[in-house]
């Protein structure tokens, strides 16, 4: 009970404000490029393999970042980096917006997936290790709530910007095409993160990690009071090893690759893109467009997707600090299987016309899109926000920043390889044996939760087993 009466709540609540700043900026940076593959199509005159490595070009910057961020948050700290990936975002989104050259369109591409795969895995990281436990999990899944908002921002801009301009190819403010400013509005909330990280104070953990005690217990004192603060500070400094600095070796047990709590990580990080859950949302667009809707009704089912999964969120927050993490785990991989094999059979009943287009009836079109929605509920109920929550609380401080580099690089690497190959496989296989192999992965992964995944609800940083 003094714990909790000195708890600074408002504190605590802007800091993870500012740091899911992070998360709105992941969304939005993710969620751009869907409306704008006819503007690349066009600008760089791409083939259908090349439109998916144009856009899964951030990708390959999320895999570098997130692998990176880890380590150099292990050196430099998580706010600092996080100021770096405030630079690249700002950078980024100006560059992708007025590059008439793939080449130079592409590296700008991967510089904002630096920053995104960098904030992605250092906002969780960071919001647990400055939020009480009994708390930990709501806190952390605000951030998906704002990546989710991000991509529902971009998903909303992209629609107003291709209703005024008449289509996104249109010319708009400037003389500048539409679909270049869906990249160019990235920059807004790029400047408002960069500023408002000078105003958030460096993690504890961190702090201890480099033997800046002192400065430990005055951001502790702050979060926690002076009383809970002196014994959090024993509790950090025991529960790093002595002999050394965190490092990358220390992901590995004796006589093994990885410990097996890096697997359990990894499990979740690989799965949690096999779903196929960024289809939705990098190709949402193109994707009802294949199954028979025209642009602008594509667009809006975008948007619809992005509310019900702000809504699905809340729900997320409601339950993850009571029933637990691996609940909604099971609950969420079980709901995708069937969601995801129900559009199976919607897309199977279609039919092709002339040009070898998908063309769905209406009922098929209506059934198919709740499909979709409620496959997107179950996601952000489950896998969305917990696979965060969990990689940012479930390892031991001497190695969080380090199973971070591998799990981020391995959730990134996924989410590239998802996001390339469904271009392709979507016009070589369709779309109905596309979503089986989703479809498929959901049901795997509901087995993977059962044998590996540990309960970390409730459960003290300091106490998190390797």
Request: charged fraction near 10%; aromatic fraction near 12%; include cysteine.
């Amino acid at each position: 009970m003094a714990q909790e009466d000195q708890t600074n709540l408002g504190f605590i609540a802007a800091i993870v404000a500012v740091a899911t700043i992070g998360g709105l900026l992941f969304g939005y940076d993710s969620g751009a490029v869907n409306g704008t593959q006819e503007g690349l199509r066009t600008a760089f005159t791409l083939s259908e393999g090349g439109l998916g490595f144009t856009v899964g070009s951030l990708l390959i910057g999320c895999f570098i970042g997130a692998f990176f961020a880890g380590t150099l948050a292990d050196q430099m700290g998580r706010r600092n980096v996080m100021r770096l990936a405030a630079i690249l975002f700002l950078i980024g989104a100006i560059i992708q917006g007025l590059a008439t050259d793939q080449i130079v369109f592409v590296l700008a591409r991967i510089a904002g997936g630096m920053a995104v795969g960098a904030a992605s895995v250092l906002s969780p990281a960071y919001i647990s290790e400055v939020a009480p436990a009994n708390i930990r999990g709501r806190m952390t899944t605000v951030q998906q709530i704002m990546i989710i908002t991000g991509l529902t921002a971009a998903f909303l801009v992209n629609y107003a910007l291709q209703q005024a301009a008449g289509a996104s190819t249109n010319l708009f403010w400037g003389g500048i095409e539409a679909w270049r400013w869906m990249y160019l509005m990235q920059a807004v909330p790029a400047a408002v993160f960069l500023v408002a990280l000078f105003f958030i104070p460096e993690s504890p953990r961190f702090l201890v990690s480099k033997g800046r005690h002192d400065q430990a217990g005055v951001v502790l004192a702050k979060l926690f009071g002076e009383i809970v603060a002196k014994a959090k500070l024993e509790e950090i400094r025991g529960s790093f090893t002595a002999d050394h600095r965190p490092r990358l070796s220390d992901v590995r047990a004796p006589g093994t690759l990885l410990r097996p709590i890096v697997w359990a990580g990894l499990v979740l990080a690989v799965f949690q893109q096999l779903v196929g859950i960024n289809v939705i949302f990098y190709y949402g667009a193109t994707l009802w467009q294949l199954a028979g809707f025209t642009e602008s009704d594509s667009l809006l089912i975008n948007i619809l997707s992005g509310a019900v999964s702000i809504a699905a969120c809340f729900i997320t927050i409601a339950l993850v600090d009571k029933i637990g993490r691996k609940p909604l785990l099971l609950i969420g991989s079980a709901g995708m299987t069937v969601t995801l094999f129900a559009m199976v059979y919607a897309f199977s009943q279609g039919s092709l016309d002339p040009t070898g287009k998908l063309v769905l009836s209406q009922g098929l079109g209506t059934f198919a899109v709740v499909a979709a929605n409620l496959y997107v509920i179950f996601f952000n109920v489950s896998w969305g926000p917990i696979m965060w929550v969990m990689l940012g609380e479930m390892f031991p401080n001497q190695i969080r920043g380090s199973a971070l580099a591998v799990c981020g690089f391995a959730q990134w690497f996924s989410n590239y390889l998802i996001a390339q190959t469904f271009p392709i496989m979507a016009v070589g296989i369709g779309l109905a044996a596309s979503y089986s192999f989703y479809a498929v992965c959901a049901l795997i992964s509901f087995f993977l939760v059962q044998r590996f995944i540990h309960e970390t609800k409730g459960v003290e940083l300091e106490a998190m087993k390797g």
